[in-house]
């Protein structure tokens, strides 16, 4: 029975890494900093682990799909992620792609 709990934990990863630049961007078009962006995440049900998260929001900063800011107004500064014009039209074609793929998927397991 181990043997089927890590299969099923490593293809369980799997599915999820596979989803979780879609769950990210859907997040971002607010400005969010890491924290509140990963217990947002959380409370609807999506973790993510902080690294996992930071090295994404860096590679999809540098992709031009994300920009950042610090705010030094608090007592603590905070990155600040939003989507970009760009990030806003790619986020669109990602969704209407997982919108087709999960129509698909239906249609094969419900047969």
């Known amino acids: 029975m181990s043997e089927m709990n890590e299969i099923l934990l490593s293809l369980t990863q799997e599915l999820r890494r596979g989803t979780i630049v879609l769950s990210v961007l859907s997040q971002l078009n607010e400005p969010q900093y890491g924290y509140t962006l ?9 973790s993510v682990d902080t690294n996992t998260l930071y090295p994404l929001l860096r590679r999809l900063e540098k992709q031009e799909i994300l920009i950042s800011e610090w705010d030094t107004d608090g007592s603590k500064p905070r990155k600040y992620y939003k989507r970009t014009e760009f990030g806003d039209a790619v986020y669109l074609k990602l969704l209407q792609q997982w919108r087709e ?6 249609k094969l397991l419900n047969n």
């Not at 990963?38 to 999506?46: I, S």
């Open 38 to 46: 990963v217990k947002n995440m959380e409370d609807k049900g999506v």
């Open 101 to 106: 793929m999960t129509d698909s998927m239906e």
